[in-house]
């Protein structure tokens, strides 16, 4: 009797639920792709078959965990950059809590990280959803910040792109080093990116497109 009571409260876990217990059992060297469904469903406390009643496969299961983690650390770094008046603040603090986030306990950072280099064809295109959703928010506030100080960017949209994209780069390689290679690498990202706004500031918008 208590057994049929266990099942009959686990079948109202929700999509939440598989998420969470899909990434408690990712660790610092394994992929979502390595995920099984069985895996997934046993993490959770759930027979397999119920599984389906909220995902079509563990590849959809994978993709909305990327969309989730991405939607997380976006949250995490734009509340960091509203908490700054200008752009070289705000060059500071979101390569702090871009750093930060890999010691989170979430994973979520991990996840974009290593699916981005390591992950399926579908994962590869969900992280690139990600990446660009990332560049627009960071080009808004590269142009609120720069239009308030009287010095606006020239192609506020390939800063915010190469800003991007070399912050998750470094950040890959960041993953497996220790806390004083950390510190250096944070240290790099920072002067590059005020070298990659300076050129911007300076370039000639008449130029822009060379």
């Not at 979430?106 to 280099?117: C, D, N, P």
């Not at 800003?163 to 780069?169: D, S, V």
Request: glycine share 6%; hydrophobic share 40%; net charge neutral.
């Amino acid at each position: 009797m208590p057994a049929s009571s266990h099942h009959r409260g686990k079948q109202h876990i929700n999509r939440q639920d598989l998420l969470d217990a899909a990434l408690r059992l990712l660790g610092p060297n394994r992929s979502v792709s390595t995920l099984g469904l069985r895996e997934v469903a046993r993490a959770a406390d759930i027979a397999p078959n119920s599984f389906y009643r909220h995902f079509r496969d563990i590849d959809e299961l994978a993709v909305a965990l990327i969309e989730q983690a991405g939607g997380a650390l976006r949250t995490i770094i734009r509340e960091a950059r509203n908490r700054v008046s200008n752009d070289r603040s705000a060059v500071v603090s979101s390569v702090e809590t871009f750093m930060e986030q890999l010691e989170a306990d979430e994973k979520y950072l991990h996840l974009l990280l290593r699916e981005g280099s390591a992950g399926s064809t579908a994962f590869k295109q969900a992280i690139e959803r990600q990446l660009q959703y990332f560049e627009t928010e960071l080009q808004e506030d590269l142009v609120r910040l720069s239009s308030a100080a009287g010095r606006p960017l020239s192609r506020p949209d390939l800063v915010s792109k190469a800003i991007t994209r070399m912050i998750f780069a470094l950040g890959g390689t960041a993953m497996d080093q220790n806390s004083d290679q950390r510190e250096q690498t944070a240290q790099q990202m920072i002067i590059i990116i005020r070298m990659i706004i300076a050129g911007s500031l300076i370039l000639p918008r008449q130029h822009a497109g060379l």
